[in-house]
Every structure is written in structure tokens, then in C-alpha cells.
């Protein structure tokens, strides 16, 4: 079995109404469920959601309905907790074959190729894959700060290595999918211990949208990809 999850609850404290908010005439979580259906890998394709609404502007896309509990509905809850919370009380029919994923409604400009790629990855001793995406700014120039105080927090600017040949690519988390085995996801309560493989999704699909900036950017992509 082959399960996909979207979480999406009903707050949003910097974009009101985010995941149905509406992006080129569609509410934001019709594109990555969308992109999951498309794929015709999964088995289930679950909303998980506090709000009625939410689960309105999919429904006619044949999927199922998880009433996310209010303790995992706040602000503090984590998506990896619910998620957790709620693969515990279902029933694995085989737990080492079977895959359990997740996708955030907040990353919809996702493919269902980056998808499909996502479940090929998960081979061998592979526990789990996620989608990730390589930084945009040079993270070895990072510093902290404290009372005015600069603490740099790698070697280069203290060694004067801020040449290009000094640089290494580092990537971050996406945000659009966490795929992973059903048995290894329970035991290990993370997607990232374990054997994790990385599928690299490209900048232009890896909006992450937390704000109407976010939205206007996701617009202007689109536009480009339509001319």
C-alpha cells in the first residue's frame, strides 16, 4: 500500500485562509493534490484538516477525509507529530513494504514527475526520501550575531576563503514531500534518520509559500511558464 497525506489546518497566522488561498484562479492545496492524483501511484490520497472548507475545494477529486485532532491543529503543533500521531492509529497491511508520505499544501509549484522520481528513489536500504533544494545564498558566509557581537559561523571569512573554489553547495528541505517506509518512519519518528536519499527539486518549483509575497512570486513563475 502506498498512503499519501496532505496536512493542512485551518489557522494561518501570516497569510489568512493559506491553503485555500487562490493561486492563478485555483485554492492553494488543489496543486499538490492535484500533482499526487496525477501520478496514479498511491493507493490513498488523504486530507488531513481541521477545516471543512479545505476539504471542500478538493473533495471532487475522489479523495479521503482525516479530521485532524485540535491538539495538532495549533500553532505550536508540528506536521511531523500529527503526521506520526497519525500513522499510529492506522492499519499497515504489510508495514515493511508498505510506504507512508507526506506533502505540504504550501509547496504547489511540485511536479508529479518530482513525485513519481520520489518513490523510484526509495530503493534498497533507503528508509526514506525528501524532497530538497539547494541554497540560494553562499551559507558559508553566515554569521551570527549577539550584542552587535559578529560570530561567524563557518572558517571562510575568519581564513579569507570566500572564493568561489572555497565554496561548497550545501541544500535545505523543500518542504514538498517526505516519503519513507512505513515501519522505518514508526520506529525512527523522523524521515531524516536512518538511510535518507535527497530528490532535488529545481528553485522554480520549490516555492515555499508563508506570505502574499510568496503567492505573487508563485503568480509570476507561472506567468513565465505560460509564455
Not at 528553485?203 to 505573487?216: A, G, L, P, T, Y
Request: some cysteine; hydrophobic content about 35%.
Amino acid at each position: 500500500m502506498k498512503m499519501a497525506v496532505v496536512p493542512a489546518r485551518l489557522g494561518s497566522t501570516r497569510l489568512k485562509n493559506k491553503n485555500i488561498y487562490p493561486l492563478s484562479g485555483k485554492p492553494l492545496i488543489r496543486w499538490i493534490v492535484e500533482a499526487i492524483i496525477e501520478t496514479k501511484i498511491f493507493d490513498r490520497v488523504i486530507i488531513s484538516t481541521d477545516g471543512d472548507k479545505i476539504f471542500e475545494s478538493v473533495s471532487d477529486l475522489g479523495v479521503e477525509r482525516h479530521y485532524r485532532e485540535p491538539h495538532h491543529a495549533t500553532v505550536e503543533a508540528t506536521v511531523l507529530d500529527a503526521m506520526i500521531d497519525f500513522m499510529k492509529k492506522q492499519t499497515s497491511s504489510s508495514p515493511g513494504e508498505d510506504i507512508f508520505s507526506y506533502f505540504l499544501p504550501t509547496c504547489p509549484l511540485v511536479s508529479s514527475d518530482d513525485i513519481c522520481k520520489g518513490i523510484e528513489t526509495l530503493t534498497g536500504e533507503c528508509d526514506s526520501v525528501v524532497s530538497m533544494t539547494e541554497y540560494s545564498e553562499t551559507i558559508q558566509l553566515a554569521c551570527a550575531m549577539k550584542d552587535d557581537w559578529v560570530l561567524p559561523v563557518f572558517d571562510n571569512l575568519e581564513c579569507g576563503m570566500t572564493n568561489s573554489k572555497f565554496i561548497k553547495k550545501y541544500y535545505r528541505p523543500s518542504g514538498a514531500f517526505y516519503i519513507g517506509r512505513w515501519d522505518r518512519i514508526l520506529e525512527n519518528k523522523n524521515f531524516f534518520k536512518g538511510n535518507v536519499k535527497g530528490v532535488l527539486i529545481p528553485h522554480e518549483r520549490s516555492v515555499d509559500i508563508n506570505d502574499i509575497r510568496d503567492i505573487e512570486y508563485a503568480e509570476s513563475i507561472l506567468l513565465t511558464q505560460r509564455w
